[in-house]
Structure formats: structure tokens, C-alpha cells
């Protein structure tokens, strides 16, 4: 079966390891700090804050830009629900605006004619959804116009570009997950990223239960990462451009090989794709996902039940039309870096040889 995603962990990773092995320091230490450092440059912003995964990013910048209870920050439902929920955990309200059929991600039609409509957002949580990232020129205009933060959250987006700049430094804050299916991986783990030093010092006490050079002043977390994870990190995030462009050269091939027969993804000009997630649309979905898995090749819904339609937000009162008909539409093909050339042919043939199929039935 080609597998949906396929970490690699190598010698680079051990080699690594072994330095915290030998150096005899588990815990946060001289390896967080240099994939901190490391992983700043590579966003271009100031600061890094390395966490215990993606979702603690996410409390953790929340918290740390000040939001809290009475505060309603916009988002996407067509997310993991780590999205949503890192909200809750702060204290604010999730409130969810529709997507765009192409992309994917927030629809800031949507999300403007609700502000005009005068719905209060203290914040929006762009998800930058599949790798491709959001339409951040307009939500800065509507940010300046209504007065509200923007936090990426770029867990499924490491590298992705707009306008040439890197995904990470075009918010107030931005969160990366390293969750083992991530385009770069520490099995779990995460980072926030910021240019604000203030925002950057709260998170840093806020994953040390309230850590200050003058005691623990008020509450938090040990949401720490780990020196073995970070050296597993530093291996990764140098590798990360070669896995960038071998995922883009993949989901090229599949675009060639599909367009026009199923909906494929869509690159606008001012943006780069990181494919973390290759997603095709078809009515068919359901049994086209089966003839895939019966000739070998693994696929994946994302997300089948968006977050709105999730049992613990029921009580969400919104229609989001698009995100409900995608979810019925939606399916993920392999497209991860170590796909070779016989795997993606399988993978096409077979999405031709079922349209084919149905054709023949059809008459
Ligand atoms: C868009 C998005 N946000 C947040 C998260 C949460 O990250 P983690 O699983 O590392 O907690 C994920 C990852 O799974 C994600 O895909």
C-alpha cells in the first residue's frame, strides 16, 4: 500500500540525538535554544518558542497576545479541531467563518461582510489549510480596519510563501506543529514565532508554569519541549527544503496527470503550496476512495466533519454551506516526499482507470 505520509528519520536524526545522549541533558536546554534560533531565522521573525506540540502553541500564543475570556477569535471549521479547541483552552470563543471552495481556507468575503454586519472579532486564527497559505493582504486590510490580531496557524504550512515571505512572519504570531505526519517532524512538538519581544517573554514564562526573573508570577504550563526532541528537529528543519520541493514536484505531476478529470489543487500567483496535504475534489469520493485502497494506494478525508459539526460544538449555531459540501467532496492523495516515480503513476493510473470504470458504466 503507498502509505499517506512517510516520515524519515535517518542518521542525521541519530547523529544528533547522540549529542544529547552524551551531553546528558533531556530536558530544554542547548538543543531547544539552537532550534529556537534556527527555527526564527528560517521564519524570519525575532523570536521562537519551542512547546510540546502544536496545540500548546497555539494556547500559548493566544495567551501570551492577551486574549482570554470574552474575547471571540474568527477561524476556519475546515481544520483539525486542535484549531478550535486551543481557543476554548485560553478562555475566548471560536466563532467560524465559511472557506472558499478553491483554496480551502477562510473566506474573507465571508469574513468581511460579517464585520460589517458588526460582529465583534477580537482575533482571527488564519489556518494556512493543507500548505497553502491565506489570503493574508486582505485580512491585514481588514485587521487594520477593525482592530483585531492575526495568529497563522501554520501547523500544516513550514515553508509555504506569501508575497516571497515565509509563512510564520506575516501575523502577530504563528504556530507550527511537528506532529509525525507534518512536512518536517519530532514525532510531537511545535513552536510559536513572533517579532513582538513582549509577546515572545510572556509565552516563554507562560510553557514554564509563569517562570520570571522575579519567581513564578501567575499562572501557566510546562509546555517544554525537550532537548531530544529538538535535536530531532534540527535534523529535520535541514532537510525541510529538499522535502519542500520534492512534495511540489510530486503534486505537480499529479496535477498534470488529474486536471480535468477530478478538481485539483490551486496555487494562486502570489503564493507557494507546501502540499502538506494534496487534495482532490469529486463527487465520487467515497467510492473512488475505495477503488483506490482495493489498487493499493492509501488515501485520507480531510476533514469529513468539519469542527462546527463536531459533537463538543454542536451548540455552534452557524451555516457554513461550503465547508459542509467539501467535507462530502474532499479526498487527500499521497504526495509526500519519498513517493517514486512507479508510486505516482500508480496513483494516477488508478484515479483514470476508476473514471474510466464509471464512464463504461455509465453507458
Ligand atoms: C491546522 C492544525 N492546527 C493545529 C494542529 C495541532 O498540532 P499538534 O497535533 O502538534 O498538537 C494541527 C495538527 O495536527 C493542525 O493540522
Not at 3 to 18: K, M, N, R, S, V
Not at 243 to 260: C, I, P
Request: proline letters at 4%; a negative charge.
Amino acid at each position: 500500500m503507498i502509505p499517506l505520509a512517510a516520515p524519515t528519520l535517518g542518521d542525521a536524526e541519530l547523529d544528533q540525538i547522540a549529542t544529547v545522549f552524551e551531553r546528558g541533558q533531556l530536558t530544554r536546554g542547548p538543543e531547544v535554544n539552537a532550534f529556537e534560533t534556527e527555527f526564527a531565522t528560517f521564519c524570519d521573525t525575532n523570536h521562537a518558542i519551542a512547546t510540546a506540540n502544536g496545540t500548546t502553541a497555539l494556547h500559548t500564543a493566544f495567551h501570551a497576545l492577551g486574549l482570554g475570556e470574552s474575547d471571540r477569535i474568527a477561524t476556519t471549521p475546515f481544520s483539525f479541531i486542535a484549531s478550535a479547541n486551543a481557543i476554548r483552552w485560553c478562555g475566548a470563543t471560536p466563532t467560524f467563518v465559511d472557506i472558499r471552495a478553491d483554496t480551502y481556507n477562510i473566506d474573507c468575503e465571508a469574513f468581511e461582510q460579517r464585520l460589517r454586519d458588526g460582529e465583534q472579532i477580537d482575533a482571527v486564527l488564519a489556518v494556512h489549510a493543507f500548505g497553502l497559505p491565506c489570503e493574508m493582504d486582505y485580512l491585514r486590510e481588514l485587521s487594520d480596519e477593525h482592530d483585531f490580531l492575526i495568529i497563522e496557524d501554520a501547523a500544516q504550512a513550514h515553508s509555504a510563501q506569501y508575497n516571497g515571505e515565509p509563512v510564520g512572519s506575516l501575523g502577530d504570531a504563528a504556530c507550527f506543529s511537528f506532529f509525525a505526519s507534518k512536512n518536517m517532524t519530532t514525532g510531537e512538538g511545535g513552536m510559536v514565532v513572533t517579532d513582538d519581544s513582549a509577546v515572545a517573554e510572556r509565552a516563554r514564562s507562560f510553557i514554564e508554569h509563569g517562570k520570571t526573573e522575579d519567581g513564578y508570577d501567575g499562572l501557566g504550563h510546562n509546555f517544554c519541549m525537550s532537548d531530544v526532541t529538538a535535536a530531532i528537529g534540527r535534523a529535520q528543519l535541514e532537510k525541510l527544503p529538499g522535502y519542500t520541493d520534492a512534495r511540489r514536484q510530486n503534486a505537480q505531476q499529479l496535477t498534470s496527470q488529474l486536471e480535468g478529470i477530478v478538481e485539483t489543487p490551486v496555487e494562486p500567483a502570489n503564493r507557494r503550496h507546501v502540499y502538506h496535504i494534496y487534495t482532490i475534489q469529486t463527487e465520487q469520493r467515497d467510492s473512488l476512495r475505495t477503488h483506490l485502497t482495493e489498487h493499493g494506494v492509501a488515501t485520507g478525508v480531510y476533514y469529513e466533519t468539519p469542527i462546527h459539526r463536531q459533537p463538543a460544538y454542536r451548540d455552534h449555531d452557524v451555516q457554513l454551506p461550503t465547508a459542509d459540501r467539501l467535507s462530502n467532496r474532499v479526498l487527500a492523495l499521497p504526495v509526500h516526499p519519498h513517493l517514486a516515480a512507479d508510486e505516482l503513476d500508480q496513483i494516477t493510473t488508478s484515479v483514470h482507470e476508476y473514471v474510466k470504470s464509471r464512464r463504461r458504466d455509465a453507458v
